[in-house]
């Protein structure tokens, strides 16, 4: 239900022309509720004006549109609307240009704070993509191109204003005086190719730009080591927590240049290097040195509690990496890192395991030796996990009944898939008798049991026999219809169960501190 407040707000914003000149009068208290009730609306004017106008020296949306008292909307999982964002920017702009065309002394300026708009809650991509919204990518853009524009304009105004000074007292003015007016926009960064050059120009210009661009999590793609070079010499040190470098194939040789300037943020609580085509099986000295040098720098981040190394193949040497980190892990992505029982066995009995909340060990095989330090795993850490993914990891029937009794174990379970694996629907219903008595649990991700495929199905069946094989729709109905019986008589069908990769589910370890 809303509030009062928020009807009240909501009528107010109803009208541009009013709510323009009611905004002085309004008390500051009401700003952010007025806020919130502009951008769940999309009234992009208003938004604009209460922008301008912010009485508070931080714009924080996760503070305004998260769910509250004022409306039951959880806005701040939402993508956000495009218009709205932008009109943002814009009040942002506004406000800076206006300030910087008055001419005002730094000192007459006390009275407007604005210092920060705190854009880093906003929803990150998702599967789903809307033309009304706007995605990580295009919202980093038109946070770089606005710092761009503003740095552009306040140069050409303190030109013109300059030697409209120089001419009445023959001295420029310390071009320093203006530049104590900053507002800064942190955010979470989205980089590739196409957007580098933009980026990099508005990271470059913050520190003598009246508009800064302050990234928080950086997250790249296929970027070249010279330009992620180029941009984490631009970030800053303290504010960045997070960095995730995608798709770039450098290679072990390729990241141990960027290895140095990791250390170098002293915040940093997540590092994600999957797909960077390291592979440790078949290492030449050169390769060895590199590795070593990837496990000294490990030993330099104090602060790290989320990895991912997916896609690396890391056989035998997770020891080496894991047990130098100075922080228990709280998330831990291994996926497809070709395991070893070493490796798992490590895990299992590491200061790591019993405070993991997310573990990700998909495409690694578990229908072998590896069965049994994996129930070690979920053991130490039962009290913990809250996302377990095991997509394609060759679980058959007899791995899942080995291992439902650690599972059953694992009491802040929020989130499990065993997606692409080869289950039948007698070792499904086997799951969802233990899933129904995890108290938290909300999605179980599950494959299409195998005998709902034709006939003549390879056995073991690989992931792409199970592609090539139509379904019986009719005997995956059957199925369906006994899972929801079970959830009926437990009485737990708030627990969803999909055969889709489910990408709803966020889970931001980050975000608990």
Not at 449 to 471: A, R
Request: hydrophobic letters at 40%; glycine letters at 2%.
């Amino acid at each position: 239900m809303h509030s009062l407040v928020f009807f009240c707000a909501q009528k107010v914003i109803s009208d541009h022309a009013s709510t323009r000149k009611a905004l002085d009068y309004i008390p500051r208290e009401i700003y952010p509720v007025l806020f919130k009730a502009a951008f769940l609306d999309i009234r992009t004017l208003v938004l604009r004006d209460v922008v301008q106008r912010w009485p508070f020296s931080v714009l924080n949306f996760s503070t305004i549109l998260k769910r509250c008292k004022h409306c039951d909307r959880d806005v701040i999982r939402e993508k956000p609307n495009k218009q709205c964002l932008q009109a943002v920017i814009m009040g942002v702009k506004d406000y800076l240009l206006n300030e910087l065309r008055q001419n005002r002394p730094p000192s007459s300026r006390k009275h407007r704070l604005l210092r920060v708009v705190d854009l880093t809650g906003l929803q990150d991509d998702g599967d789903r993509q809307d033309a009304d919204t706007i995605g990580q990518w295009s919202r980093t853009v038109a946070l770089a191109k606005a710092c761009i524009d503003v740095s552009r304009t306040s140069r050409r105004d303190e030109y013109s204003s300059s030697k409209r000074r120089k001419s009445r007292s023959g001295t420029a003015l310390d071009a320093n005086c203006e530049n104590q007016l900053c507002v800064e926009f942190h955010a979470n960064l989205f980089i590739t190719s196409n957007s580098y050059t933009t980026v990099k120009d508005a990271l470059q210009i913050g520190k003598s730009s009246p508009l800064c661009l302050k990234c928080r999590d950086l997250r790249a793609e296929e970027l070249s080591a010279k330009k992620t070079i180029g941009i984490l010499e631009l970030l800053d040190p303290v504010v960045l927590r997070k960095i995730e470098l995608r798709y770039n194939n450098l290679g072990l040789s390729g990241l141990s240049t960027l290895f140095p300037y990791f250390p170098l943020f002293a915040n940093l609580s997540s590092l994600k290097l999957p797909y960077s085509n390291i592979d440790v099986r078949h290492m030449t000295p050169e390769m060895e040195e590199s590795f070593q040098s990837l496990v000294s720098m490990f030993s330099q981040l104090p602060n790290v509690r989320e990895l991912n190394l997916a896609s690396s193949r890391l056989s035998g040497r997770i020891r080496e990496l894991l047990n130098v980190l100075q922080q228990s892990l709280e998330s831990l992505e291994l996926a497809y890192c070709y395991l070893l029982p070493m490796d798992a066995t490590y895990l299992a009995n590491s200061h790591h395991a019993p405070y993991l909340k997310k573990l990700d060990l998909s495409g690694n095989n578990l229908s072998d030796v590896l069965l049994g330090p994996f129930c070690q795993i979920l053991q130490h850490s039962s009290t913990s996990l809250v996302y377990l993914d095991i997509m394609e990891c060759r679980v058959m029937d007899r791995q899942l009944t080995a291992f439902l009794p650690a599972l059953g174990l694992c009491s802040q379970l929020q989130y499990f898939s065993c997606f692409c694996n080869p289950i039948s629907s007698q070792g499904l219903k086997a799951l969802l008798n233990t899933a129904v008595h995890l108290p938290v649990l909300k999605v179980v991700v599950h494959p299409i049991p195998v005998d709902c495929y034709e006939e003549g199905l390879p056995w073991p069946p690989s992931t792409y026999d199970l592609i090539d094989y139509s379904i019986d729709q009719e005997k995956l109905s059957r199925v369906d219809a006994e899972l929801h019986e079970i959830r009926l008589k437990a009485v737990r069908t708030d627990i969803l169960t999909t055969v889709e990769l489910y990408n709803d589910f966020s889970f931001d370890v980050l975000q608990l501190y």
